[in-house]
Structures are given as structure tokens and as C-alpha cells.
């Protein structure tokens, strides 16, 4: 594989609207219990049927449902970054990096609206780009009237 080729990873569990190209996440929800998985799974983990789970779209927003700033990286990655799990309205619960925001404890909060974004996650051990999904804190002036 040449150097700075574009490696698309976890592509599987998003697609882009043919209409405004915006990013989704793909799950997978069965249909005799309701269970859904993120990523989409081939059987269902909660009931164990095989022929049950089909695609389903996990939308673009979801609320911060817990998350952590790490200081020691994985390897590829630089620290300080944040990582959460996501909890999507449509059902499913994400882990992912969230970008956009300070790497400190006190730049994010639990029940935060989060939106998908697909970008560079890491760097390969040959310097590629690895892209992927993460969500970053969904300005201010875009979310509804509320308190403040
Ligand atoms: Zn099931």
C-alpha cells in the first residue's frame, strides 16, 4: 500500500444521505425483540436469532451518555483526547472520539447533543489516514430554545 492512501474504515457502519450527503450511523435492530446493535451485528446478542436483525439508520445526533478524557493514547493517537459512549434516540449505544471540544473534564456534559462528523481518526503505522465516525458538541445556535 502506497504512503497518505486514504484507508475508510469502520465504512460499514455509516453511509452518506444521497440527498444532502450528510453522515448517518448504521445499526442493526431485531425484529422479534427490538434489540438494537451498534455496530450492526449478524445475530441478535440479546435473543441469539440468526435470521432476526436487519439494517436500520441510527440517525446523526445522539446525547452524550457517558465519557472520559484520556491521557495515555492508543497506539496511533495523540493525547489528551475524549472518548464517550453516545446514546442514539433511534436506539444503540456508540463508542466513540468526540472532536470539536477542549480535551478537559469540563468541556463536555453528561446528556450533551452530539452530531456525527466522519474524519481523519489516526494515523497507520505507514503514516495513512485512517477516517472514521465521531461526534462533536452540536453548537449552540443550533440546538433548540432551552435554558441556558
Ligand atoms: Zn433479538
Redesign the pocket.
Known amino acids: 500500500m502506497a504512503a497518505k492512501d486514504v484507508v475508510y474504515q469502520e465504512a460499514e457502519c455509516y453511509r452518506f444521505d444521497p440527498a444532502g450527503g450528510r453522515p448517518y450511523l448504521v445499526g442493526s435492530r ?6 438494537t446493535a451498534f455496530p450492526p451485528r449478524a445475530a ?1 446478542p ?4 440468526k435470521e ?2 436487519q439494517e436500520v439508520s441510527l440517525g446523526s445526533r445522539g446525547a452524550v451518555d457517558t465519557f472520559s478524557v484520556l491521557r495515555v493514547p492508543a497506539p496511533g493517537f495523540e493525547a489528551p483526547y475524549v472518548v464517550a459512549y453516545v446514546r442514539m434516540p433511534a436506539g444503540g449505544r456508540v463508542f466513540s472520539l468526540i472532536t470539536g471540544c477542549e480535551p478537559s473534564e469540563g468541556a463536555l456534559a453528561i446528556g450533551a447533543e452530539v452530531e456525527l462528523v466522519i474524519e481523519k481518526i489516526r494515523e497507520d503505522g505507514q503514516g495513512n489516514e485512517v477516517r472514521g465516525y465521531k461526534f462533536r458538541p452540536v453548537a449552540a445556535a443550533e440546538r433548540g430554545a432551552g435554558p441556558r
Do not use: F
Open positions: 431485531c425484529r422479534l425483540c427490538g434489540y441478535c440479546a435473543c441469539i436469532n432476526s436483525m
